[in-house]
Structure formats: C-alpha cells, structure tokens
C-alpha cells in the first residue's frame, strides 16, 4: 500500500511506494570507471593540468600551482557560469535572459587518486569542509552574486565526468528555484509562529524517532519524512543559524565526522552508491535570517526519475525513510563495534 | 560564452553552456537491454501476465485479454498508487499525507516486440494517440481525480524498466507541482492580457523562426527557449484548448504524424536515444479556461542531471535550443528527400 506525502518545504508532492521495488530492475548504472586512476587530471603533480588555483591547504614552504597540497580549489576548466563574461539582462518578447556571469569551482579533495570521500582520514574530511565554508565566505565577501550552491556529484549516475573525490561551487546572479521555495516558507513560518521551521520538525523528529539515524551534540542526521529518493539524508545543524559562513570550528568538526560516517555507511550498503551532496545556505541576496536554517543534503542516485518526475515535479520512492534511517543505524551500529 | 535564460512558465532558471560539451564525455548509459525480445511480458500472447485490460484496440471477434489488440490499456503491474486504497488524508505535526490513491496504467503500444514507437506504422501511431485520449475522457468523466499525467519513458535511461515500446498514465489526486506551475502562470497572463501566453510565444517564435523545427496545419514544433536538456522539443497545438479531451480526429492525426516523425528523426541523430514523452493538460481539479493550453513536451535524455539540478532546481544545457533546432530541421529535410 502506498502513501502520498507532502514536503514541509516545498510544493512537492512522493509517492512512498515500497511494492515496486519488487518491478524487474535494470543492471545497475552505477558502476564506475574502470581505468580512472591512469588518466587522473586532479592528481597531485598535475596541476598544470587545471586552472590556477583559488585556494590551497597546503605544507608551508610549496608554491602555487605545484605539489604539496591537501585540498585545491581550482576555476572550473569548463565553466557553466564564469565571472568575466560581459552584457546586461535582457528581454525579447516573452523572454528573460542574463549573461552567463557567477563562479564555477572544483574543490580537489585529495591530492592521490580517490574516488571516494568517506575514505579519507577525518582530519582531510574536516579540511574539505573547512574549505565549503572558507569559499562561501570569499564570495559572500565579493557580494558580486545572488547564490552560492555547493554541491558533489559521486559517481556517473550522479552526474560526475571525473572520479577522483571533488565537490564543485556554483555561483549564480538569480537564486535557485528551490532554495528559494524552502527559504520562503522557513521565513513564513517564523512569521507566524515565531520559531523556525526546523526546530519543530527537529522536535517531532527526535520524540518520533523512526527517522532518526544518529544523534551528535550539534546536528541531527536524518532521512526527511517526504524523502524523493531510497535514503536520502540530510545532516541537520541544531543551531539556528542561517548562513553556513557561521559555522564554528566545533560544528565543522562534527559535520564532517558525521558526513564521512553517513556516507561510509551508506557505501557498505550499497558498494556501487551514486550520490549527489548539496549545501544548502541562505542566498548571498538575503539578509541573514533567524527564519531559515543551513543543511546539508544527501541524495542517492539509487532508483530512476522518469515522465513522472520530469513532467509532474513530483517523486515515487520505494524505499520509506523509516526503513532506510533502520537500515542506516543497523550499518552504522555494526560498524562501531566492529 | 554561455547565456542565463528563464523559463516563462515556471521559475526555472537554465544556463546555456555550449562550451561545456567539450568535456571528457562518459560512456552513453542509454544502451538497450541485450535479449529483452527473449523476455517480453508486453508480447502478444502473454495477456495473462499483465492485469486484465481496461481497453484495447482489437480485432472484432477477439476477447479481452486474448490475442488480437493493436494497443492495449492495463493496469501497471506494480503501481505506485491505486484506485482502491482506504483511508484519509492525514496531518502528523508538521507532516501532511493522503493514501496513495489514484490511477496507474500501462498503454502497451504494439503486440509484437518493437522498442521504438516512431517505427510503428503511421496509422498505428494515430490509434496510441487516440488511446491517449479515451483513457483521459474515460477519468474525467469518473470525475476521482485531480490530474491525468500521461508519459512515455523510452529507455533505461529515462526510467524505463521494460524495453517494449509502452506508456504511461498517472491519476493523482493532486496536482503535480509542474502542472500546477504552468497553469497558474498562463492564467495569470490570460486575465493580463486576455490572450494567451502561448499564443503571444506561438507568434514571436514564428516571427523569430530559429527554435521552430517544423510547422503543421494544426500543430508548431520547436525547441523551447529555456529547454532544459538538449533537443529538448514542444509540440504545440494552434488550438486554445486547454484539455487535450477536446482534440479533435483532424488534430490526433496531425499530432501522430508530427509526433512519429520528430522521435524518428531525433533517433537518427541519437540512435540511442533515451527520452521522456509528456503530455500536459489541464487538470481535472480546474474548470477548462482558456488561459491554459494542452501540448507535447519531448526530453531527450542526454546529458546528466547532477547535483546543481537537485539541490537547486535549475539545468545546465550544453546545447542551444537554435542548434537543436537546426540539427532536427536538416534531419527532417534529408529524411523528406531520401
């Protein structure tokens, strides 16, 4: 039997449906790329190979743009948006459009072959996270953009063209339709009741408990009740800050051990996993708000979206987050004592 | 350079990055299945393995669920919502619910093993239209539901689990979100202007010219100007009407012409080509208007969806909706000529 949920956020409609996971299912298209480590453009030795770098975590001593480095922000090599492009907004008739202006980064993660995250050590996680929020500061400084999406494509099926560990940035002049969505109704209803939105879903969340997959000081991991995709996850701080330029050392501290932990288990559940990680912050273009709250997203590319998704906006999901967040503790208590 | 357009129906904002197509390309995932003809539950012959039919196109004399259909109407053998699931919608604190009621049909589209709709003979084509047509009248003179999505997803790529040319119908009751987007906008500019949306866009791309594929008597194709992926293509009727109910014999003829010949000639350029057929019209929940207009929306899968699309709601296309529609109008007059 199916159940039809309603984002809290967002004007999205899931089907929950766990009986089609029993449909004949397609060969995974996960798989990864056989040869990677042979022809690896992100390695250390060839930074050459890349735009000059933005940013380094490197041994003090090496230069620029030559080995020695731990995380490596680079430009994009094919940038979607760049900041020099030139033009104004214009309208034809019907139609807006903009110059393609705004930031495209990659933040190299490690300097040896790795394809994925969880695999580094925790103080290298800490580090990429560290740099999220440095880059997130740089361009909230700059004030030359409306947004700054943050985001991982692991694996082909995500989306990534290269496998070597790295997460991009993307800087746009407009604010993303669904930021813009969830900022919106986090600020209503602070307006109306004067409290954040997260802080009674994190209290629901915590006295319910089915979706609940672990418990830190300063974040609560779980998989959202209208989950779109099998366990999607997201790592909820506890404070109510809306811009991620706020967190603390502490909190990166925790985040990423909590996001190297998530993603490590996820990966013993499923070998293959294909994900996309995603930062939501406040819009560069809003004044920081008591009404919404920084996250971060987890969405397996596990399942396919089709006609439905694509032509309806809307989901089905064969995998309930109750069953998920069970599964996802089960790994991860077995992983603790193991 | 690349170009920021958006969408004029919904808030959708899509770079158009042509230089982005120079990257390292992973390998096509939208292969077919190896020996699906070996294993075709869709296969004349095999009635029994589907759920008993709710219309076909047969023969007279043959019985329902025997040989001797043309097109055949079943209920999906694993549906994401049904029509008679109990129970009532449901508030949980922050949560809403409603049991997964609804419609979820499969529109088997041939009897024998064909992958390719566009290979199906012309007249074949018109009666899948048709079919189209009578399963939307036959739910909305049942009057359950708030919306009727039909879509066709051909390939592994585009969600399709089963390589036997078929669709899809989807009976919500709700509207999805995309829908729901799109008509709200077109009546919003209806009361504006007392025309509609489509018909100012229909002239100025006339005018315009470089998007326009091909130009019916009743029907325009073209690529939209914030497609979304590349060769994205409408086909849009030069009807006002908003329910696609109300077409006529004279338009599902022309539509199945314009139709057949567009997937064949996309699938010319893309002989893998993995795509997502959707008709949009009004829904069910809203009276007919004439703000709104029913059309054809093609989305090839080509290119990979990551976590920019996700986490933002926005696209990157890394082909112009001109250079779509110039690839297609060349296709189209060398198959004229051949």
Redesign the interface.
């Known amino acids: 039997?199916?159940?039809?949920?309603?984002d809290?956020w967002?004007?999205?409609?899931v089907?929950?449906?766990p009986?089609?996971a029993?449909?004949?299912?397609?060969k995974s298209?996960t798989a990864e790329?056989p040869d990677a480590s042979a022809d690896d453009p992100f390695a250390e030795g060839r930074e050459a190979e890349t735009p000059g770098e933005l940013l380094a975590l490197r041994t003090s001593g090496t230069l620029p743009d030559q080995p020695g480095w731990r995380v490596r922000v680079v430009p994009n090599?094919?940038?979607?948006?760049?900041a020099e492009?030139s033009g104004t907004p214009a309208t034809e008739?019907?139609?807006?459009?903009?110059?393609?202006i705004g930031a495209h980064e990659v933040i190299i993660e490690c300097p040896q072959f790795e394809t994925c995250l969880s695999r580094l050590s925790l103080s290298h996680v800490q580090e990429v996270v560290w740099t999220y929020r440095e880059r997130l500061r740089f361009h909230r400084q700059q004030a030359k953009l409306a947004h700054i999406?943050i985001?991982?494509?692991k694996g082909?099926?995500?989306?990534?063209?290269?496998a070597h560990t790295h997460s991009?940035l993307?800087g746009?002049?407009?604010v993303?339709?669904?930021?813009?969505?969830e900022v919106a109704t986090s600020i209503q209803y602070w307006h109306q009741h004067q409290r954040q939105?997260w802080t009674?879903?994190l209290q629901?969340e915590l006295a319910v408990g089915q979706r609940v997959v672990t418990v830190g000081e300063h974040f609560v991991v779980l998989c959202p009740?209208?989950s779109r995709f099998p366990f999607e996850t997201r790592i909820i701080p506890r404070t109510t800050e809306s811009c991620f330029t706020r967190a603390s050392e502490t909190e990166i501290q925790e985040l990423a051990e909590l996001l190297r932990s998530t993603l490590a288990v996820m990966t013993r559940l499923h070998p293959t996993l294909a994900y996309?990680?995603?930062?939501?912050t406040i819009p560069l273009s809003e004044q920081e708000t008591a009404g919404f709250r920084w996250h971060l997203?987890i969405?397996p590319r596990i399942g396919?979206?089709?006609?439905?998704?694509?032509?309806?906006?809307?989901y089905?999901n064969t995998v309930a987050p109750e069953t998920a967040a069970t599964c996802l503790q089960d790994a991860w208590e077995s992983a603790d004592t193991a």
Chains 1, 2 share one sequence.
């Open positions: 039997m199916s159940e039809l949920r309603r809290p967002v004007d999205r409609w089907i929950m449906a009986e089609r029993d449909r004949p299912q397609p298209i790329w090599k094919y940038p979607a948006v760049r492009q008739g019907q139609y807006q459009s903009m110059p393609g999406l985001f991982k494509n082909r099926a995500a989306g990534a063209t290269l991009q993307m746009t002049p407009w993303p339709s669904l930021v813009q969505q939105l009674d879903l629901q009740y209208a996309n990680l995603i930062l939501h997203e969405l396919q979206t089709a006609g439905f998704e694509w032509g309806g906006g809307c089905i």
